[in-house]
């Protein structure tokens, strides 16, 4: 068990620019969680997979937003036309289960910084 | 949806000492966790909690369901334990946490 882990750790782009994050969450975790975290708040749920499906987006997840799973492992998550307010911390998570009293694990984040 | 409220939003505390952290939910709960959110970011799983008393080490959590609050105890408080503590919540049907706006603490030596 080598944890969830999260590429790259710090994102640094400019404005209008389209990033990529990656997630490999811990081996055989059925379920993948995507969360955004500004200064001072607690971490906002975009969206979640179970495998391969996206089975849930939040109204946060704009349609600049997109996040796949291929293949129901490690997932991607692209913001196109960076804007000022998308920088954040981005958190992904995972957990084993078939529901909502499964445990999740999170990884270390990549922090988006948008100029 | 459900709101989840975290007390006190500040706590700063001599190393050594103990401190009490809540946590308040608006509606029944199938699923609480606490957290440790260390200065780099990382969130560390403390307690999977979503009714009873959990101990581990200096740290123990309690939640009464019913009434709709959790307790996370932290003992003999050491500078590693600084950070902010979160508390989060599913009651709905779905996966995904709510979270409370977390518990920020500094233990000074």
């Known amino acids: 068990d080598t944890g969830v882990s999260q590429d790259p750790r710090h994102k640094i782009t400019k404005r209008g620019q389209n990033v990529t994050f990656r997630c490999d969450p811990i081996?055989?975790?059925?379920?993948l969680y995507w969360y955004r975290q500004t200064l001072g708040q607690g971490p906002e749920f975009l969206t979640y997979f179970q495998n391969e499906a996206q089975l849930e987006k939040s109204r946060l997840l704009s349609d600049r937003f997109s996040a796949e799973r291929p293949k129901g492992s490690f997932s991607t998550l692209e913001i196109q036309r960076t804007e000022q307010g998308d920088s954040a911390m981005y958190l992904c998570?995972?957990?084993?289960?078939?529901?909502?009293?499964?445990?999740?694990?999170f990884g270390p984040g990549t922090r988006l910084t948008v100029l | 949806g459900i709101q989840v409220e975290q007390s006190p939003p500040d706590l700063i505390l001599q190393e050594g000492a103990n401190s009490t952290l809540r946590c308040n939910f608006s509606d029944s709960v199938n699923n609480l966790q606490w957290f440790h959110q260390n200065p780099w970011g990382q969130l560390i799983n403390l307690f999977y909690?979503?009714?009873g008393t959990k101990q581990n080490g200096r740290l123990s959590a309690t939640t009464v369901a019913t009434e709709r609050y959790s307790l996370l105890y932290i003992s003999s408080s050491q500078t590693t334990d600084s950070g902010v503590y979160f508390c989060?919540?599913?009651?709905?049907?779905?996966?995904?946490?709510?979270f409370g706006k977390g518990t920020k603490l500094s233990v000074k030596p």
């Open positions: 909690i979503p009714s």
């Open positions: 081996s055989e975790h059925n379920r």
């Open positions: 998570a995972s957990s084993l289960g078939q529901g909502v009293t499964d445990t999740q694990y």
């Open positions: 989060a919540v599913n009651g709905g049907s779905q996966g995904n946490l709510i």
